[in-house]
Structure formats: structure tokens, C-alpha cells
């Protein structure tokens, strides 16, 4: 056999093998339930998410399964950001799926 047809079998040999031995992202990283919190009504739509991303870690680092390892919001999973903008200021509410790095 050849040296480039014994790197190719080698290759592809091993492409084969990679996904039986890879390891996937572990699922206790996660919280099994998403956390939701509504934030202070605020007259600009920064601050109302600036407050209710603070509302939703201070959420998930007083729950008695979690605590301050999963309260960062950008490490949360299935994020959803809705602010509701009215005559008397916006207020938002987040979900998202607690994570810990």
C-alpha cells in the first residue's frame, strides 16, 4: 500500500471512529427548567432590560438548586427578551434556561 492510500485509510478509519468517542455538552451544566423574571417599569428600554437581566440573576442565585454559579445571563440557554413599551415606560420580561460554565 501506498503512503497516501495508507493516510487516507488511516483517515478515514478514524473519521469514523471520532463521533463514537465524542463527548457531548453535559446535561447537568444546565437547569432542568427555565427561570423567568419581569423587571422594574422604566422609562427607557435600556434601563428596563439593564434592571430585569439584575431581577433574573438575583432569581437564580436565591434558588436552592442553582445559586450565583448559573446567574449569568449570557451563559443561559433558549433566551427570550420581551419588553412591552406603553405610555408609562417599558417593562420586560426575560426566561431563559440557567447555566453554569
Not at 478514524?14 to 422609562?43: H, K, Q
Not at 432590560?49 to 438548586?65: E, Q
Amino acid at each position: 500500500m501506498t503512503k497516501a492510500l495508507e493516510t487516507l485509510a488511516t483517515l478515514t478509519f478514524a473519521s469514523f471512529l471520532i463521533p463514537m468517542f465524542s463527548f457531548p455538552v453535559r446535561a447537568d451544566t444546565c437547569s432542568s427548567t427555565p427561570v423567568t423574571a419581569r423587571g422594574e417599569e422604566s422609562r427607557y428600554v435600556w434601563l428596563a432590560k439593564t434592571k430585569t437581566r439584575a431581577t433574573w440573576r438575583a432569581k437564580v442565585r436565591a434558588h436552592p438548586d442553582l445559586g450565583p454559579d448559573y446567574s449569568n445571563w449570557a451563559r443561559a440557554h433558549d433566551t427570550e427578551e420581551r419588553c412591552l413599551t406603553g405610555p408609562n415606560g417599558t417593562v420586560c420580561i426575560f426566561t431563559g434556561t440557567p447555566c453554569r460554565p
